[in-house]
Antibody, heavy 115, light 108 residues
């Protein structure tokens, strides 16, 4: 059974870069032609798509975040990652990773931006 | 960008009620729509994909319909476990995903 697990610092300082990793188990990132993605949810608010990456490495980003986002894949580790630069308090959210098409989500990880 | 407008934002209902939530896309998305249920502190749970396909293990009281720009999620007989927040999501293209604003189903 496919499982995704987000990991990374729970606290990031303003202006720094948020870095998260999604580890995939129960399936290979590179063995099938799926898209993988990151979604976030600020406390008490709705869901926002951050970006998607194809298993081959092609990336697509939310235009509102595009200048600050980088998503990459490491097939050797069966992981994909998110980097969000120049963070502010508005980036405080639960961050989810997911396999698209089958809509399998990780449990989410809360990242707080604060000094 | 495709915008998703979900209504109502809050819905008060009683156990046994039939409940309908609507999602409208700003342009046609064919049937590329999913519905999720989310409870506090939990990840969204997939209920419906491709507008009307029931995810495995989801009770049959949940159903989805629509195509193009108008979609509905219906709960035929609301159960205590169904009080939660529901989101629609379009995936017409994996290069651009968008979610509706959510509908909180509360106890009347």
């Amino acid at each position: 059974q496919l499982q995704l697990q987000e990991s990374g610092p729970g606290l990031v300082k303003p202006s720094e870069t948020l870095s998260l990793t999604c580890t995939v188990s129960g399936g290979s990132i590179s063995s099938s032609s799926y898209y993988w993605g990151w979604i976030r949810q600020p406390p008490g608010k709705g869901l926002e798509w951050i970006g998607s990456i194809y298993y081959s490495g092609s990336t697509y980003y939310n235009p509102s975040l595009k200048s600050r986002v980088t998503i990459s894949v490491d097939t050797s580790k069966n992981q994909f990652s998110l980097k969000l630069s120049s963070v502010t308090a508005a980036d405080t959210a639960v961050y989810y990773c997911a396999r698209l098409e089958t809509w399998t989500w990780g449990q989410g990880t809360l990242v707080t931006v604060s000094s | 960008d495709i915008q998703m407008t979900q209504s109502p934002s809050t819905l008060s209902a009683s156990v046994g009620d039939r409940v309908t939530i609507t999602c409208r896309a700003s342009q046609s998305i064919s049937s590329w729509l999913a519905w999720y249920q989310q409870k506090p502190g939990k990840a969204p749970k997939l209920l419906i994909y491709k507008a009307s396909s029931l995810e495995s293990g989801v009770p049959s009281r949940f159903s989805g319909s629509g195509s193009g720009t108008e979609f509905t999620l219906t709960i035929s007989s609301l159960q205590p476990d169904d009080f939660a927040t529901y989101y629609c999501q379009q995936y017409n293209s994996y290069s651009q995903l968008t979610f509706g604003g959510g509908t909180k189903v509360e106890i009347k």
